[in-house]
């Protein structure tokens, strides 16, 4: 069955872009603009930067100061405390990208890195500030920044408990570099020249994804079908997109809840991105699926909470 469905699918997209090249290139278009004018200029520094902190083994001064609070709530080593710090701030999918390199450099555990996948992949804090409370704004709720932070952030110490739970065998320890000294001797020495290639790679694949959800979005929206789940269904697609039509299609409490259902799953575009940069066989994307389904329904949750009581 599974085999049928690829090349199935492959021709039935060919047939659609043969038949509508104009959505296909107006989709592409909106994708690589999005990917140009927010993605590479947000991300990118940021995963140079990262990796120019990793390959100089400057992480445990920078992570120091948060450390303790990391280990506190969460359970997380010093290496650990850094992947989780980056990927709050840097947005999807730094977090899991970090996350299958600090555990293929064996800077963290096998049970240390999937209880990380669980909860180190988010959307940044300047994506939901910024676009998103901008759209937000627009569709009539202008003062649920805060509130839209707390219902995607906040759930994460539930799935900490959960994922802990899951995977009880976890337990903070020291990296193979702090174990044996010769792990880090045997490393290859840093090259920010590959570094740079390495993430300019990363950020192709990136974009390449936006792209084509962008143009699956655009053939959605041709449809024809009722606003209301067509813009239920880009969201589901690709968030940048998506959540531009639930604000501008829902009443702006509905538009707050789904906007933060959306923001914490990431969309399937969010999704294939992450696989993308994994690169792990020890971590499962089914599993990462599913952590974001249970974090998309308590964020949905506690925004309501904040909107209707």
């Known amino acids: 069955m599974k085999k049928s469905i690829g090349p199935m699918a492959a021709v039935l997209c060919l047939i659609l872009l043969l038949l509508n090249p104009a959505t296909a290139a107006a989709g592409?278009?909106?994708?690589?603009?999005?990917?140009?004018?927010?993605?590479?200029?947000?991300?990118?520094p940021f995963m140079l930067c990262t990796g120019a902190v990793v390959g100089f083994q400057a992480t445990?001064?920078?992570?120091?100061?948060?450390?303790?609070?990391?280990?506190?709530?969460?359970?997380?080593?010093?290496?650990?405390?850094?992947?989780?710090?980056?990927?709050?701030?840097?947005?999807?999918?730094?977090?899991?990208?970090?996350d299958g390199e600090f555990l293929k450099d064996?800077?963290?555990?096998?049970?240390?890195?999937?209880?990380?996948?669980?909860?180190?992949?988010?959307?940044?804090?300047?994506?939901?500030?910024?676009?998103?409370?901008?759209?937000?704004?627009?569709?009539?709720?202008?003062?649920?920044?805060?509130?839209?932070?707390?219902?995607?952030?906040?759930?994460v110490l539930f799935l900490a408990v959960r994922a802990g739970k899951r995977y009880r065998h976890f337990e903070v320890q020291l990296s193979a570099a702090q174990l044996d000294p010769t792990v880090r001797s045997e490393q290859p020495s840093f090259s920010f020249d590959a570094h740079m290639m390495s993430s300019f790679e990363t950020m192709v694949r990136i974009g390449g994804y936006i792209m084509l959800f962008s143009i699956a979005a655009a053939y959605l929206e041709k449809l024809g079908l009722p606003s209301a789940i067509s813009a239920v269904l880009i969201a589901f697609l690709e968030i940048t997109t998506g959540i531009r039509s639930l604000c501008s299609t829902f009443p702006s409490n509905s538009c707050?809840?789904?906007?933060?259902?959306?923001?914490?799953f990431g969309g399937l575009s969010g999704i294939f991105q992450t696989k993308s940069v994994l690169k792990n066989p020890e971590l499962s994307i089914r599993d990462y699926i599913q952590w974001k389904c249970l974090h998309s329904a308590l964020s949905a949750l506690m925004m309501a909470f904040f909107v209707y009581l």
């Open 28 to 44: 592409a278009a909106r994708g690589l603009a999005l990917w140009g004018q927010a993605v590479v200029p947000v991300l990118l």
């Open 60 to 98: 445990d001064l920078l992570v120091r100061p948060a450390a303790p609070l990391f280990k506190r709530l969460l359970g997380l080593s010093k290496e650990g405390s850094f992947v989780m710090l980056c990927g709050l701030l840097c947005g999807y999918p730094m977090g899991a990208k970090l």
């Open 106 to 155: 064996r800077r963290i555990s096998a049970q240390e890195a999937r209880y990380l996948l669980a909860i180190c992949n988010h959307p940044s804090p300047m994506f939901l500030l910024g676009y998103t409370a901008g759209q937000l704004a627009d569709a009539g709720a202008p003062d649920f920044g805060p509130a839209l932070l707390a219902a995607l952030y906040l759930p």
């Open 256 to 264: 707050l809840v789904l906007t933060a259902a959306a923001c914490a």
